[in-house]
Nanobody, 117 residues
């Protein structure tokens, strides 16, 4: 199962984006789909995750209610809605899957989000 993240772009501070993570094959109920991000010059950090089978969600503390995960099982896609974007959210956003929370194994290509002030 391969993952592809898309939906990034250049936006102004305060605007919103919805990132998508599409899986090419079937996702088992035990799969955990993660979002990480890596800002220029910084280490990659955890953003959010969802357990595919039970829809439990997990968020990093910095999310502060601005990020929301959802999933569409028919489309094998996980969405990351980001509201009130800040310049500090500028990063490449990656989706990844695994079976251990915070430790995904398979990574997709990232999508770049650039927030201009």
């Amino acid at each position: 199962v391969q993952l592809q993240a898309y939906g990034g772009g250049l936006v102004l501070a305060g605007e919103s984006l919805r990132l998508s993570c599409a899986a090419t094959g079937r996702l088992f109920s035990s799969a955990i789909i993660h979002w990480f991000r890596q800002a220029p010059g910084k280490e990659r950090e955890f953003v959010a995750a969802v357990r595919w089978g039970v829809r439990s969600t997990y968020y990093a503390d910095f999310v502060k209610g601005r990020f929301t995960l959802s999933r569409d099982t028919a489309k094998n896609t996980v969405y990351l809605q980001i509201n009130s974007l800040e310049p500090e959210d500028t990063a490449v956003y990656y989706c990844a899957r695994g079976h251990v929370l915070y430790s995904p194994i398979y990574w997709g290509q990232g999508t770049l989000v650039t927030v201009s002030s």
